[in-house]
């Protein structure tokens, strides 16, 4: 330390800059913190606390280099200096990459907003419900009550569905019946008709009612309805519990179900 204050030239001009640098790295850090303060607000989920620190990182850094900058006004080597900040910022970023990787995803989930509070997703093969979104992670419930913690770069990296973005949910089951030889568009008609009487079916959206496979013995349609994005389990249990009803009610021998089956590996015909 004293070596390095034997070796500054102190003079009129170097102390004017000298000052002249302080203050505006001074008014630099105040619209920093000003501005950080603006952009942090739209990340609700960050604590009081996270936010100061993060505030004041960016703040001090900024003084720091300013403090470095007036130094070499006079005639001081600020080369250690940045050498040594330097290689503490090469360590914090390797040691905090994945932290920063995940703050920096969780600001731009919460900025561009793909995802909200309540929403129903689907990513890396998991389904729940969003109950919380913060620096992180995003926090789902499925629905058989576990609560998983996705990470935010994970979430932002990968495909990502949201079931929940339009208000409404397709979802289907698969009816396998003996016709008897009844007319096509009228068991068409009837599974159609028994679907859209479910509860929970949206009325708005017609049900399709699609053949899969035609043959003596049986058919083979898939029915798609619309429903609220978070009741798909109790929507597909009442479809399939209606459209059962009703082929039971004319007689005609059937399967239906919400477990839709691989493709097979050999013709319908043979199965």
Excluded: C
Excluded at 72 to 83: E, K, T, W
Excluded at 115 to 132: N, R, Y
Aim: glycine share 6%; proline share 4%; no cysteine.
């Amino acid at each position: 330390m004293g070596e390095l204050l034997q070796s500054l030239d102190i003079d009129g001009w170097s102390l004017f800059f000298a000052a002249i640098t302080l203050v505006a790295a001074w008014i630099a850090a105040w619209l920093a913190r000003k501005g950080m303060r603006r952009l942090l607000v739209r990340v609700p989920s960050l604590s009081e606390t996270m936010q100061t620190l993060l505030v004041r990182i960016v703040s001090y850094t900024i003084i720091v280099v300013g403090i470095g900058v007036a130094l070499s006004f006079f005639g001081a080597s600020v080369q250690p200096l940045l050498a040594a900040a330097f290689i503490i910022v090469v360590v914090l970023v390797l040691v905090l990459r994945g932290v920063a990787d995940n703050f920096a995803a969780g600001v731009v989930l919460q900025t561009r907003r793909p995802i909200a509070l309540g929403d129903e997703i689907e990513s890396e093969g998991v389904v729940g419900k969003v109950v919380e979104l913060n620096g992180r992670s995003v926090v789902v419930r499925t629905t058989n009550g576990q609560t998983l913690h996705l990470p935010n770069s994970n979430v932002l990296q990968n495909a990502l569905a949201n079931n929940s973005e339009h208000g409404a949910r397709r979802s289907e089951v698969q009816v396998r019946v003996d016709a008897h030889g009844l007319e096509q568009q009228e068991l068409r008609t009837a599974i159609a008709t028994a679907a859209s009487d479910a509860a929970g079916v949206h009325r708005h959206e017609p049900v399709l009612v699609r053949a899969v496979t035609r043959s003596a013995e049986r058919d083979v349609f898939r029915v798609l309805f619309w429903h609220h994005p978070l009741h798909q389990a109790a929507v597909q249990s009442a479809v399939v519990d209606a459209v059962a009803a009703e082929l039971a009610s004319r007689e005609l021998r059937s399967v239906v179900t919400s477990d839709l089956p691989p493709a097979p590996l050999t013709p319908s015909e043979g199965i």
